[in-house]
């Protein structure tokens, strides 16, 4: 179960950095518009929060598939793990 009194969405992990958040108090439904809606607000909250890197690593490591965190949506998030991934490879070679 997730909590949504203090962030928009906080579950596993350290929290340490959450206290800092921007979208304290925010609605959470702004981090996980529907299909095709605008993520620009969400996005807005994000650009000016202190704990970004901390947030975005965060989904990164617990593999969040949904919502904006650190500032980026499912696919940008999706998109830095293959690049991860491929650096992490001997031959650099992405696989589907
Ligand atoms: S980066 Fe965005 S989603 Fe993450 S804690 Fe900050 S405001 Fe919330």
């Not at 579950?11 to 304290?24: E, F, I, K, P, T």
């Not at 095709?36 to 617990?62: F, H, M, P, Q």
């Amino acid at each position: 179960m997730m909590e949504q009194r203090r962030g928009h969405r906080f579950d596993l992990g350290d929290r340490s950095w959450q206290g800092q958040a921007n979208c304290l108090g925010v609605d959470p439904d702004l981090f996980f518009p529907e299909r095709g809606a605008s993520t620009r607000e969400a996005k807005g909250v994000c650009r000016g929060c202190v704990v970004r890197e901390d947030c975005l690593e965060y989904a990164l490591i617990n593999g969040e598939k949904f919502g904006i965190w650190g500032g980026l949506s499912e696919r940008e998030r999706r998109r830095i793990r293959r690049q991860r991934t491929v650096a992490l490879r001997p031959d650099g070679v992405a696989t589907a």
